[in-house]
C-alpha cells in the first residue's frame, strides 16, 4: 500500500493560494485553521494530503481548495484566451483568483483559439496532460463548425481519406471524420490538433468558418448545464470518459 503523502501545514496553504508560509503560520496560530473540528495551530506540522482533504481542513470554517491533482471542464465562452501572459480576458480569469497562485499552477490541456467556445480542459497534472495530448492516446476531438457558405459536398470524403496538406506544413493531415448537419453547419472530429486546424482545414476547401464550438474532447462532452464561462471539477468518472 502506497504511503499516504504529507505536507506542512504552511507549505499547502501557500500552494494553494492563500498567502505567504508566514501569512499561514500566523493564521494558525490565531486558531483559524481546524483539521477534523480541532484548531490546528503549529502550522510546521503535516498534514495528510487526500482527495478528502477539504472535508477535513478548514480554513475560517470553510473549507480548503481542493489539493493538488485536480482536473477541471471549462465551457470556454467566446473571446477569452487560453494564455497566462497574453492581454485581454484569459480563461484563468474564469477560476477563483486565488487559484492563479497555486503551485503546481493550473493549465489548460490544449489550446482553443480566442474565438472558439466549448469544452476546455485544465489540470495542475503533468502527466495527465500528457497523456490527453499524446497522440499514442488517440483523444479525438469534435466540433461544431458553421460555414460562411454552403458545403461543395466533396468535404466529407477529403476529410476522410486524410492526406490533405494545410499552406505552410510539410505533413498531411490524417483522416478525420465530418458529418453533414445543414448546408453552412458540420460537426468535424479530429485526432490530432494542428495550429487553427478546423479553420484552415475549410480554408483548404474555398469556405470560411464563422464560428466554432467544441462539443468534446475524447468521449467526454460538454455538460449542457455547464453554462459558458463556468466550470467544474472533473470526477474519476469524467477523466475516465476523456480516454474512453
Ligand atoms: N481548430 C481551430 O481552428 N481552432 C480551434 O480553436 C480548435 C481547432
Request: hydrophobic residues 40%.
Amino acid at each position: 500500500m502506497s504511503k499516504t503523502p504529507t505536507l506542512r501545514l504552511d507549505r499547502l496553504l501557500a500552494n494553494l493560494g492563500y498567502g505567504s508560509r508566514r501569512e499561514m503560520q500566523a493564521l494558525a496560530k490565531n486558531g483559524r485553521v481546524t483539521f477534523d473540528g480541532e484548531p490546528f495551530r503549529d502550522a510546521d506540522k503535516h498534514v495528510p494530503v487526500t482527495r478528502d482533504l477539504p472535508d477535513r481542513l478548514k480554513l475560517d470554517g470553510k473549507p480548503i481548495d481542493p489539493p493538488p491533482g485536480i482536473a477541471l471542464m471549462l465551457h470556454k465562452p467566446l473571446g477569452t484566451t487560453c494564455s497566462h501572459k497574453e492581454a485581454g480576458p484569459l480563461v484563468y480569469d474564469l477560476l477563483p483568483t486565488r487559484w492563479r497562485m497555486r503551485e503546481p499552477a493550473i493549465s489548460t490541456i490544449g489550446r482553443l483559439d480566442k474565438e472558439t467556445s466549448g469544452l476546455l480542459l485544465l489540470t495542475d497534472d503533468g502527466a495527465l496532460l500528457h497523456r490527453v495530448i499524446s497522440p499514442k492516446s488517440h483523444v479525438a476531438k469534435r466540433y461544431r463548425v458553421t460555414l460562411d457558405r454552403p458545403l461543395r459536398g466533396d468535404e466529407e470524403a477529403t476529410f476522410a481519406e486524410g492526406g490533405l496538406m494545410l499552406d505552410g506544413e510539410t505533413k498531411p493531415l490524417l483522416p478525420a471524420v465530418m458529418e453533414t448537419l445543414s448546408p453552412t453547419e458540420a460537426l468535424l472530429t479530429l485526432s490530432e490538433g494542428r495550429y487553427h486546424q478546423v479553420r484552415r482545414m475549410f480554408a483548404a476547401m474555398g469556405n470560411h468558418v464563422t464560428a466554432l464550438h467544441r462539443e468534446s474532447v475524447g468521449g467526454l462532452t460538454l455538460p449542457a448545464d455547464l453554462e459558458a464561462g463556468t466550470f467544474r471539477l472533473m470526477t474519476d468518472a469524467d477523466i475516465a470518459a476523456v480516454f474512453a
